[in-house]
Every structure is written in structure tokens, then in C-alpha cells.
């Protein structure tokens, strides 16, 4: 007996059309005192490693379990290349992963630091000679203050192929999510869900262009 074993990208059985779901907000901004609407992402779908390798293997001559089989060496290999300050370019467009420090220090804070060594100095001739209010310098920051992380760079031809393909469907809020938010007193973020060329509609949000239309992303 013969059985046919047939391969299914995860993908299109999530659904073809899958939009990006958006929520509109309005905001104060603080600092020009005005209101501003603002999109938000929500309700993200998620697609697991083991679905991403079959996925990735779908149509080609390798297995998911080559795949994950490599996608593993990547995750325990990379960072010990990283940490031999080399930048590491991962894809034929550029998908480039480099090693990145951070840490810094301000005048309060080296003020801070001053203030406690100072106190923590047993001698008074030393501790008079520490100057609490001197000027920040290079030096204040130390090696010990600094943290090493990984820094992605992602190619300008992933972004403008996403684009092309990204689709926005608008969505509002669920009404027990609205009545949560105003019992909460929240009133300084308001989802809107209005058609934008005839006026905001604060509040609950009513989609004057059909709700579950899928809009294209043009504007993006």
C-alpha cells in the first residue's frame, strides 16, 4: 500500500488575505499642543520555528529538518563570530548582523556616583579632595559601564517588497474593551475608527468605509 504524503505551506492555510489589523488613536502631544491620530497594530498572528523551517522548505530540495538543522547553527554560531568584532552579512541582499555598545553616563549621575564615593571614604583628607561638582569627563565612563548587544540591519529591498505586499484592514474597538477604558478613566487616548475624509469620530469608533474592508497600503 502506498500512501501520498502531501506538503501544505502553514501560510495559506492561515488564509490568503491576511491584513494587517489597525487601530486608530488620538493622542496630546505635550510638547506642540495638539492632538494627533496615531495607528497601532493589534492582533498580530504568530508562526512558530517549526512551521517557519517547513515553510521555508516548501517547493525547494531540502527538508524543515535541514532547515532547522542550519537555523540552529546560525543561533548558536553568530554571536561567537559577533564577539570577534566581525560584522556578518546573512542573506544575498544584505541581512547584515553587527556587534553594538551602549552605556553612558550624565552630569547628575556622575555627581551621584562622587557623592556616594565620598561618603564611603573613611579618610577625611581623601574624601575632601573628592570634588562632587567638578566637570564630566571621558574618563568617567568606564569600561564597566558599557553593555555589548547585536544590531540588525535589515536590506531596503525586504522593506520596499513588505510594502508591496502589506494590507491594512481597519478594525475598532470591542464594546466591553471601550466601557474597560472609560472605567478606567482613560479618557486621554480615544480609539478612532471614522472614515479620515469625513471627519474623526471620537470614542467607540464608527467605520464609515465598511469595517472589514481590506484597504491597501498605499499611504505607507
Known amino acids: ?35 494627533i491620530v ?7 498572528q504568530s508562526l512558530d520555528f517549526n512551521e517557519l523551517c517547513e515553510y521555508l522548505a516548501d517547493g525547494s530540495t531540502v527538508t524543515a529538518a535541514d532547515v532547522s538543522a542550519v537555523m540552529k547553527q546560525i543561533e548558536m554560531r553568530l554571536p561567537l563570530v559577533l ?15 553587527r556587534p553594538k555598545v551602549s552605556g553612558s553616563i550624565t552630569q547628575s549621575e556622575l555627581k551621584a556616583k562622587l557623592e556616594a564615593k565620598k561618603a564611603a571614604e573613611t579618610d577625611p583628607e581623601k574624601a575632601a579632595l573628592i570634588d562632587v561638582d567638578r566637570a564630566l569627563a571621558l574618563s568617567d565612563l ?12 535589515m536590506p531596503k529591498k525586504w522593506d520596499e517588497r513588505f510594502k508591496s505586499k502589506a494590507t491594512f ?13 472609560t472605567s478606567e478613566g482613560t479618557d486621554n487616548t480615544d480609539s478612532t475608527g471614522g472614515d479620515n475624509t469625513g471627519g474623526n469620530t471620537q470614542g467607540g469608533g464608527t467605520d464609515n468605509t465598511g469595517g472589514g474592508s481590506t484597504i491597501p497600503g498605499e499611504g505607507d
Open 1 to 35: 500500500m502506498v500512501f501520498e504524503v502531501i506538503m501544505r505551506s502553514p501560510l495559506p492555510a492561515r488564509g490568503k488575505r491576511m491584513a494587517l489589523n489597525v487601530q486608530m488613536y488620538k493622542v496630546h502631544n505635550m510638547l506642540t499642543d495638539e492632538d
Open 142 to 153: 568606564s569600561i564597566g559601564d558599557l553593555t555589548a548587544s547585536i544590531a540588525i540591519e
Open 38 to 44: 496615531i495607528p497601532r497594530l493589534v492582533n498580530q
Open 169 to 181: 484592514k481597519r478594525i475598532t474597538k470591542t464594546s466591553a474593551e471601550a466601557e474597560e477604558e
Open 83 to 97: 564577539g570577534l568584532n566581525a560584522k556578518v552579512v546573512c542573506s544575498p541582499e544584505g541581512l547584515t548582523f
